[in-house]
């Protein structure tokens, strides 16, 4: 090998290898959700196979879920949400404060609520240029002091509106009608990201953003618009976790998050920008629930469970920057 040969760039993945790759890795996930349900079973038996406890790690897992589709858009080009927990409470309490009106009026305020929340950050980030870290951490601080002075600190309830209750904690042919929601919600991103042109633009504007801009592309409308999409999925949580505790509660989605980038990271999609994958989300979503579902049955302290938590973000990342 010459000295030329040994400094040249490595050459891009083609679009069929880059296919095959992303089929490889949603195979190896999808091998180890098995092998951590297999687990489980030994390790826990009844408990942890038990109908209702299945039902409860999916339930729980459908909120973080939303907000993870909508994470993996963002991310995609680059950036990053991290008031999508904080919006989720915010969005709550809008909703709670029409609940009154009816079901209804209740998810149209938390999904219109959640939207302009995540418009705001799209409109700092594409036009006013500012770092999509430092946007959203200040729409993390914005977005939950005005959920609590919106309540006045107290959870409102909202147990009489029969329509929400049902999305929160109703069932379809016994599956969770929030397991329901997460399955739709990811269909509908995969079309988008994967069979559509604004999907190509989405990864397009993480890929290069100036090739991007130069090959047509409105680069402003696509980072706008990722953040609004988000905001609209933090408004659909809302209205599930809300529907299932039967109370809009302003401390509502805390950490959800960093729940929501782990499960994007671990699912495959680049924090580089330029690819995304919403099955490998999904996948991600779901291992991350079984194993703190696993460790929560195997009396794990909290303490040590955000500890592990930690420790498989970052050796994901790791993963991620050797594959790159």
Do not use: H
Not at 114 to 126: D, F, K, M, R, S
Not at 195 to 207: D, E, F, I, L
Not at 220 to 245: D, F, K, N, P
């Amino acid at each position: 090998m010459n000295a030329a040969n040994a400094i040249a760039p490595r050459k891009p993945a083609s679009r069929s290898e880059q296919v095959r790759l992303r089929r490889i890795q949603d195979f190896a996930l999808t091998l180890v959700l098995v092998l951590l349900v297999v687990a489980g079973g030994v390790l826990r038996g009844e408990r942890f196979l038990n109908y209702e406890n299945l039902k409860a790690t999916v339930t729980q897992a459908s909120a973080v879920g939303i907000l993870a589709i909508g994470m993996t858009f963002i991310i995609a080009t680059g950036g990053i949400d991290l008031s999508v927990g904080s919006v989720l409470a915010f969005a709550a309490i809008a909703g709670g404060k029409l609940a009154g009106g009816g079901d209804l009026a209740f998810i149209a305020a938390a999904l219109l609520a959640g939207t302009a929340a995540g418009a705001a950050n799209g409109i700092a980030v594409a036009y006013g240029k500012v770092v999509p870290f430092i946007v959203t951490l200040a729409m993390l601080t914005v977005a939950r002091g005005t959920a609590l002075w919106m309540s006045d600190k107290t959870p409102i309830p909202v147990g009489e509106l029969e329509t929400l209750r049902w999305f929160g904690a109703g069932q379809v042919l016994g599956v969770p009608v929030p397991a329901w929601v997460l399955l739709l919600v990811a269909a509908i991103g995969w079309v988008i990201l994967n069979q559509t042109r604004y999907g190509r633009y989405v990864v397009a504007v993480g890929s290069n953003r100036e090739a991007a801009r130069i090959g047509g592309v409105r680069v402003q409308r696509v980072l706008l618009s990722v953040y609004a999409i988000t905001g609209l999925c933090a408004g659909l949580s809302a209205t599930l976790l809300t529907g299932r505790l039967a109370s809009a509660s302003p401390i509502a989605g805390n950490f959800y998050e960093l729940d929501a980038i782990a499960a994007v990271v671990i699912g495959g999609t680049s924090l580089a920008g330029g690819k995304a994958t919403v099955v490998g989300t999904v996948l991600g979503v779901l291992t991350f629930a079984v194993i703190f579902n696993l460790l929560t049955l195997l009396d794990m302290r909290i303490e040590i469970q955000q500890i592990v938590k930690g420790i498989i973000i970052f050796a994901a990342v790791l993963v991620q920057r050797k594959g790159a």
